[in-house]
């Protein structure tokens, strides 16, 4: 009866550990934000494919966006401008680290702007690659 306890309680100690070490404290809200799109599907991210979707000219959203460079700016360091004037803080963390720290500024923002630019919504892959990629500047 002992060695069924002893084994009963070596078996716990061993799942706790491991739940531990499978389960990392979080590292920070932008990374729980690409767990999340990586728990829908997305792989790694891939900052090489966020630079091409920041500039590629997609021409299937609206007219007046074709690609992102059209508010952003032409570099993700510089600040932009919306359609109507409204000034946009620049993309890249370096110069704006609380981007992509707000998870419903995030799917509000990736919502709208790939709606506009792309004409679809984004997928989890895009938006970790531009979150990568964006993070990396």
């Known amino acids: 009866m002992k060695s069924i306890k002893t084994l009963a309680c070596t078996l716990t ?3 706790a550990f491991g739940a531990a070490v499978a389960s990392p404290a979080s590292a920070g809200p932008r990374e729980d ?12 991210g891939n900052a090489a494919n966020g ?25 993700p360091q510089q600040a932009g401008q919306t359609r109507t004037g409204k000034a946009i ?17 995030v799917d509000k923002w990736f919502l709208r702007n790939c709606q506009g630019v792309i004409g679809r919504e984004c997928t989890p ?3 970790v ?3 990568t990629y964006l993070s990396s500047q």
Not at 51 to 75: I, L, S, V
Not at 89 to 97: C, G, K
């Open 13 to 15: 100690l061993a799942a």
């Open 33 to 44: 934000i690409i767990a999340g799109f990586m728990a829908q599907g997305a792989g790694p």
């Open 51 to 75: 630079a091409a979707m920041y500039t590629k000219n997609y021409g299937t959203g609206k007219p007046d966006t074709p690609k992102c460079t059209t508010c952003h700016g032409a570099t």
């Open 89 to 105: 803080d620049p993309m890249a963390v370096s110069r704006a680290p609380d981007r992509f720290t707000d998870k419903k500024k």
């Open 125 to 127: 892959q895009e938006k």
């Open 129 to 131: 690659d531009w979150i």
